[in-house]
């Protein structure tokens, strides 16, 4: 009987060890390989302390080497912590300490971005296991995963997952996706949330094949995009694949998950693809990976709903005085049953005000979501909105509060704001002195970047506002309290303001031709200090533009280097360093990207990227 995350693919690497487990490009293993490394790995780590309660961290790249320390954490009797490598190095550092890590796994690739502090081990290195050093049993109430989310008090929170609930998850899998081919499952998703941990152990434990890319962006890139029969996605990048023209061929099933999902785009996926089924899903990492499922019929014009509660999963829709309401009646949505994460890590409080008793079942808690839904007439669930100022952004889920109280820690702010306007995340700025500008006003090209540079050096890409407006004072509702509607859309984007630096190199050129094709402006009116954000791009015109780049420039562009080096004059001297570079000499590129890419979002009118 299966009771572990990761049993059910050890069962399978019995049974077919000679089938691919990974494909990726930067290699390919078989069930057998997949398994005898991380076995090996899991006693290495065992002979270093690893076993329940002693979270491991992973901090690699996305080769076949992060699905290995994966399992092998969870076969020595760890939970494993994913650490991105890209991630700023504060926020790795807090993720590490939050979480008690005490072992980290990484690869000589990523050694320089790991946090100080736990014992560290390289994969790929010769090391000699202490004899008889055997992992410990893992029980289902352990935890296998620890992920973090952002965070309303400022700070990101980490969730502690059982593997009770991820087998639980396995199991409605088994159920939903009955007759639909898991041959290959793109692996696409940051292991950094949740949906990673269905789009690998869906492959894993049903003997299908991982086929791991960077992103969703850069699966058309990947030689082995034609194994892939099902793809996990959000709706907005499904969006850009689709206008790229770039699906592969062999997807037969598409499960969105991330955003809210509209008609329209299940019309293009089905009329425009190979997709004989598509789902939509749902579900906070609270809740393990997902709490409800639907499958959209390919007739209808109805927008699609979140579907139906999963099987084992307790899904209650309730009013301020947690009564039940009828169909039709919007509510609170709150989740209890087999997939209830275990809290906060050491966040007693904030566990105790989210995972609340459950009053229709003694002894049982639920987690009160902050979504707002409404069952439908036929027991499906229809999203209706927030309680709080969460929002999700290209799948990313954000607490504006984070991206806030970061603004306001930054000396040069008064007061700060935070809102998604579109497909951007926007930062409102009150500046400190008496010289606050009218609204939108040219500021100080060194005040923006002192502050962008704060948050780049504190958050993830994804919450660093891709525009920030800066105002004489924040909009303010009767009770003197933030009026968040009444915050101004960031003004439009020109090609050019104030004095013109004009392309001065053959590659700016290049690019200045490009990015002017894609955004419909005159390359020779682009000011190669203006950000992608600036000039009116977004995260799905990104994709279009890594494409662009590749082929033009004749090598490898990835969606993540747009976020590094975000205007024309960043990028051409990247292209320029990089041309002939050293795997070594591309990694310390990148690394003085994530140091310097501040001063590149800090330029423009009165927004900064």
């Known amino acids: 009987m299966t009771t572990t995350l990761h049993s059910e693919f050890v069962e399978q690497a019995a049974k077919n060890p000679d089938a691919t487990a990974v494909y990726s490009d930067a290699g390919v293993l078989t069930y ?13 780590l065992a002979a270093d302390g690893a076993g329940p309660g002693v979270p491991v961290g992973i901090c690699v790249e996305r080769t076949p080497d992060l699905l290995v320390g994966i399992l092998a954490a969870l076969r ?12 700023p190095a504060e926020r790795l550092d807090f993720m590490v300490r939050d979480s008690g890590t005490r072992l980290l796994l990484t690869t000589p690739a990523s050694r320089a971005d790991c946090p100080a502090g736990p014992t560290v081990v390289v994969l790929g290195e010769t090391v000699t296991t202490e004899p008889g050093a055997q992992p410990v049993p893992v029980v289902p109430g352990d935890t296998a995963y620890v992920i973090y989310t952002s965070g309303s008090t400022g700070t990101p929170k980490g969730v502690a997952v059982r593997h009770s609930g991820c087998v639980a998850m396995l199991a409605e899998m088994d159920r939903i996706f009955e007759g639909c081919d898991l041959s290959g499952v793109s692996a696409a998703s940051s292991v950094c949330f949740d949906m990673s941990v269905m789009e690998i152990f869906a492959a894993l434990c049903r003997g299908g094949a991982v086929v791991l890319v960077e992103s969703a962006a850069h699966l058309p890139e990947s030689r082995y995009a034609d194994k892939v029969t099902h793809l996990n996605v959000v709706p907005s990048v499904m969006n850009g694949l689709l206008d790229a023209g770039v699906l592969p061929p062999n997807v037969r099933t598409v499960v969105f998950g991330g955003e809210a999902l509209r008609r329209k785009l299940v019309d293009r996926a089905y009329r425009e693809t190979n997709a004989d089924r598509v789902f939509n899903a749902y579900g906070p990492t609270e809740g393990t990976v997902f709490c409800s499922f639907g499958l959209v019929p390919r007739e209808g014009t109805d927008e699609p709903t979140i579907g139906r509660p999963s ?38 409080r904030t566990t105790a005000e989210r995972f609340v008793p459950d009053p229709f079942l003694d002894g049982e808690r639920m987690y009160r979501t902050g979504d707002v839904v409404q069952f439908t007439a036929d027991g499906e669930l229809r999203f209706v909105g ?10 990313y889920r954000i607490e504006l509060e984070e991206v806030e109280a970061r603004l306001t820690g930054c000396p040069e702010v008064r007061e700060a704001a935070a809102a998604v306007q579109g497909n951007r995340l926007v930062g409102y700025v009150v500046p400190e002195g008496d010289g606050r500008p009218r609204d939108g006003a040219r500021l100080d090209a060194g005040l923006q970047s002192a502050i962008t540079g704060k948050l780049a050096a504190e958050l993830p890409d994804y919450m660093v506002p891709a525009t920030i407006v800066f105002l004489a004072a924040l909009p303010l509702g009767p009770g003197g309290k933030l009026d968040r509607a009444a915050l101004p859309e960031p003004p439009a984007a020109t090609a ?7 392309a001065g190199t053959p590659t700016e050129v290049a690019l200045s031709e490009i990015w002017g094709q894609l955004l419909d402006i005159e390359p020779a009116s682009i000011d190669v200090r203006a950000t992608f954000y600036d000039l009116g791009g977004d995260s799905l015109l ?38 002939g570079a050293t795997p070594e000499a591309v990694q310390s590129a990148r690394r003085r990207a994530n140091t310097r890419r501040a001063a590149l979002r800090g330029r423009g009118t009165s927004a900064g990227s």
């Open 32 to 44: 057998g390989e997949l398994d005898e490394r991380s076995r090996a790995l899991a006693e290495r």
């Open 76 to 87: 020595a009797g760890s939970c494993y912590v994913p650490l991105d490598p890209n991630y």
């Open 386 to 395: 927030r309680t709080d100022h969460q929002v999700k952004l290209r799948g």
């Open 311 to 348: 099987t084992g999963a307790r899904v209650y829709v309730l009013d301020e005085k947690l009564r039940h309401l009828p169909a039709g009646e919007p509510g609170e949505l709150y989740l209890g049953g087999a997939g209830l994460a275990h809290g906060y890590v050491n966040r007693p």
């Open 496 to 502: 050019a303001a104030g004095p013109l630096t004009a």
């Open 542 to 579: 990104l994709i279009r533009l890594a494409r662009l780049m590749t082929r033009r420039f004749d090598r490898r562009v990835r969606v993540p280097d747009l976020f590094s080096f975000r205007d024309i004059s960043s990028l051409g001297q990247w292209l320029d360093e990089e041309s």
